[in-house]
């Protein structure tokens, strides 16, 4: 993960997400499909029950990929009860953050008898009879900002989400901005690192606000609608209805006070 071959980017500084998950479970199960075979591994308390098994080859045209089953260890958190409304929330995050990213939910805990599912039908029989969901955006934090604005309930000005991107490959940055007016008095500005959301702010932040009080001062000042003796507007007047996510993907973040 730190030596630069194995992420592009990753979502925090503490571990190499999968061994922490065994760390933290009293079982975990892995199922990997490559190399035109299944491959099987079980951990019981941290440790390999068996060597890495090598099982039935791929039918053809089956599709790569890894499944991971894990029992989190109850003697380490306080509940091991899984709400499906905070991983719902989490997930359809995830979608919106990674354009494209086709994220499935299904709860096997019990039969969804009402067939009250929170988006649409499931692709097969069991997410039909349990609560699933399936989220995938194809324009990403474009669609985000437009969810966010009919969250709040309240008018664009423009219709068009304005979407802006840019890609340093030598720094190994990427920073994508989506944002809209609307008639609302308030700001609603969400951030976000590595798909981790910055709460607490950042530079990424408060670079997007001086640049977008600049711009549209100097905007203002070049077309003659802010006149030589009219103060600067103030960043808050700017930013009055404005909702907006910031996301960006940087090799090496810095973050303050993880847990």
Known sequence: KFGGGGYAVSGGLHGVGISVVNALSTRVDVEVRRQGYYWTQTYIDQHPTAPLKKGRAMDPGESTGTSVTFWADP??????????????????????????????????????????????????????????????????????????VKSRNTTPIEP????????????????????????AYSESVHTFANTISTTEGGTHEEGFRAALTSMINRYARDKNILKDKDDNLSGDDVREGLTAVISVKLTNPQFEGQT
Request: aromatic share 10%.
């Open 75 to 148: 003697k380490i958190f306080e509940t091991t009860i899984y709400d499906f409304e905070t991983l719902r929330s989490r997930f359809q995050q995830m979608a919106f953050l990674n354009k494209g990213l086709k994220i499935t939910l299904t709860d096997l805990r019990q039969v969804d008898e009402a067939r009250d599912e929170v988006a649409g039908d499931g692709d097969n029989a069991v997410e039909e009879m349990h609560q699933t969901v399936t989220y995938q955006y194809k324009n990403g934090i474009k669609d985000y900002v437009a969810f966010l």
């Open 160 to 183: 068009d989400v304005i979407d802006i991107e840019s890609e340093d490959l030598n720094l190994g940055i990427s920073a994508e901005i989506a944002m809209q007016w609307t008639t």
